[in-house]
C-alpha cells in the first residue's frame, strides 16, 4: 500500500495524538531545538576572504586563472596519486571521460541505483547504458553481475560510489582490465575514494570524477574535477571543453575543440581551495559524528546501515540508512520510511529521501527500454532508504546525542502508532 502517510485519514491522527503527544509531530516539544544544527555547506566568514581575493584579481574565469592552477595542485597533493583538472561539475568530468573513452566500445555498465547526473553522460557521449542491479549492503554495483556482463568491446564500466561509501569491487575491476574496458569511478560523493584506501594502495581505475558541489565535501558551488594517472586524459580534457583559451594563457581557438565549455567557477574554485586545507579534519570529525550515532541507534528493531561500519575510511557525506519495515510490524514499500521521516523531521532531525526510482525512470531517452522489476535490491532499498544528512562540522557528538535521542523516542513510540493507524500496518 503506497497511500501517503499525511497519513492515514483525519480519524487516525486525532487517536495517535490524543494516544501520544510527546512525539513533536502530534503536538510535543522537538527532541532538537532549533537552531542547534548547522547546515552543510556551513558558511564562514572566512570564505569571504577567499571570494575577495578573486575579485581584487580583476578576472572572474580562465582555467589558467591562479586561483584553478592552485587548486588543482593542492588536490593533486592531498590525494597523492591523480593528476587533476578542474572543470565545471561532476557531471561534466564524467562526460569528458566517457568522451575520451567512447572509441573503446558502445557500451557503459554501470547500477541502476545512480544519480541521473552520472548516467546522463553516458548516451550524451553517443554511448549505451547496461543497467545492473546493487548489492544490498553499500547500494553500489553488483560487482560479479556487472565483470560477468562486461566485454571486450564495451567502452567503461561506470562504477557510482554513493554516500560517501567506498566501492573496492575487485573482481569487476579486473574483469574490466582483462577485457580492456575503461573504468571510470564517480567518487562525487566520496571524496576520500581518491587516497590509498586498498590495504594502502590506490583504487584500479582510469579516472576518478569529483565534484566541487554545495552539497559533497568541498563545499564550493558548481566545481568539478577529473583525476587521472592518463596524460593523454589530461591533455583531452583541456583540447575538448575548452574553445578560446589554453592552460598556458594564450587566446586561441582550438580546432580540435568540441565547445563543452567545462571551465571550473572561478569563485567556487576559491571555496574549495579554502576547504582543502582542512579537509582531513572535516572527515575525521564526519567519521566521528557517524560512528557515535550509529553506536547509540544501531540497536534497534529493523533499522539497518546502508554503509560499513567497519569501513574507518569512508567518506560519510551523509549517514545512509534503510528499514526493515515488517520487523516494525509494517506493510513493505516505503509507506513506513516516508511516515517514520515525518516523525524524526518533526523531531529537529535532518533525515531525507533521496532518490525513489531506479535512475533511467530519471532519463527519458531511455526510460522505456529498462523495467524496475529486473532489479529488486535497488527497488527494495530505493523504497526503505533515508539518510541523516548534518553530521559534518561543526556539528559535533552533542548534537549527534539530540539525533539520537529523537531517534530512540520516535522507536519508543512506534507501538501504537502502529495500532492506530491501520492504513499503514501489516496485518498481525
Request: glycine fraction near 8%; charged fraction near 20%.
Amino acid at each position: 500500500m503506497t497511500k501517503d502517510v499525511s497519513l492515514a485519514t483525519a480519524a487516525s491522527t486525532r487517536c495517535v495524538h490524543q494516544k501520544d503527544t510527546s512525539l513533536a509531530l502530534f503536538g510535543g516539544d522537538p527532541t532538537v531545538p532549533a537552531g542547534r544544527v548547522v547546515l552543510w555547506p556551513a558558511a564562514k566568514r572566512k570564505h569571504l576572504k577567499a571570494l575577495a581575493n578573486v575579485v581584487e584579481s580583476g578576472k572572474y574565469h580562465r582555467v589558467n586563472h591562479p586561483m584553478v592552477i592552485e587548486l588543482e595542485k593542492r588536490l593533486a597533493d592531498w590525494s597523492g596519486n591523480w593528476s587533476v583538472r578542474a572543470v565545471g561539475s561532476g557531471t561534466a568530468a564524467i562526460h569528458v571521460a566517457l568522451d575520451y573513452y567512447r572509441n573503446r566500445g558502445r557500451r557503459v555498465v554501470t547500477s541502476a541505483l545512480n544519480w541521473p547526473g552520472a548516467v546522463g553522460p553516458i548516451a550524451i557521449s553517443g554511448l549505451e547504458p547496461v543497467f545492473v542491479d546493487v548489492e544490498p549492503d553499500l547500494a553500489g554495483v553488483d560487482e560479479k553481475m556487472a565483470a560477468s556482463l562486461i566485454k571486450p568491446g564495451d567502452a567503461a564500466t561506470l562504477i557510482t560510489h554513493l554516500f560517501g561509501n567506498n566501492l573496492l569491487v575487485p573482481s569487476l575491476r579486473f574483469a574490466a582490465r582483462a577485457r580492456g574496458v575503461a573504468i571510470i569511478d564517480d567518487v562525487c560523493q566520496s571524496i576520500g575514494a581518491a587516497k590509498d584506501i586498498v590495504n594502502g594502495a590506490y583504487l584500479e581505475s582510469d579516472a576518478l570524477s569529483l565534484s566541487g558541489n554545495g552539497a559533497k565535501h568541498l563545499g564550493a558551488g558548481e566545481l568539478g574535477f577529473v583525476l587521472t594517472r592518463d596524460p593523454a586524459l589530461i591533455h583531452h580534457v583541456d583540447n575538448v571543453s575548452l574553445t578560446s583559451s589554453s592552460r598556458c594563457g594564450d587566446r586561441i581557438f582550438s580546432p580540435n575543440s568540441k565547445g563543452y565549455n567545462y571551465r571550473p567557477n572561478v569563485f567556487s574554485a576559491a571555496i574549495a581551495n579554502h576547504r582543502l586545507k582542512q579537509l582531513d579534519r572535516q572527515l575525521k570529525k564526519r567519521r566521528r559524528n557517524a560512528r557515535f550515532l550509529w553506536q547509540e541507534i544501531g540497536h534497534l528493531s529493523g533499522l539497518l546501515p546502508l554503509f560499513d561500519p567497519a569501513d574507518h575510511q569512508q567518506s560519510m557525506l551523509n549517514l545512509p540508512l534503510r528499514l526493515e519495515p515488517e520487523k516494525l510490524g509494517f506493510l513493505p514499500g516505503p509507506t513506513a520510511r516516508d511516515f517514520i521521516i515525518k516523525l524524526l523531521q518533526a523531531e529537529g532531525v535532518p533525515v531525507a529521501v533521496w532518490l525513489t526510482k531506479p535512475v533511467f525512470e530519471y532519463l527519458p531517452d531511455i526510460c522505456g527500454q529498462w523495467s524496475r522489476t529486473d532489479f529488486p535490491n535497488a527497488m527494495k532499498i530505493l523504497n526503505t532508504m533515508f539518510y541523516v544528512s548534518e553530521i559534518a562540522p561543526p556539528n559535533d557528538v552533542e548534537v549527534m546525542k539530540l539525533y539520537a535521542a529523537a531517534f530512540q523516542k520516535v522507536w519508543a513510540a512506534l507501538p501504537n502508532l502502529a495500532s492506530k493507524i491501520p492504513e499503514i500496518v501489516s496485518v498481525a
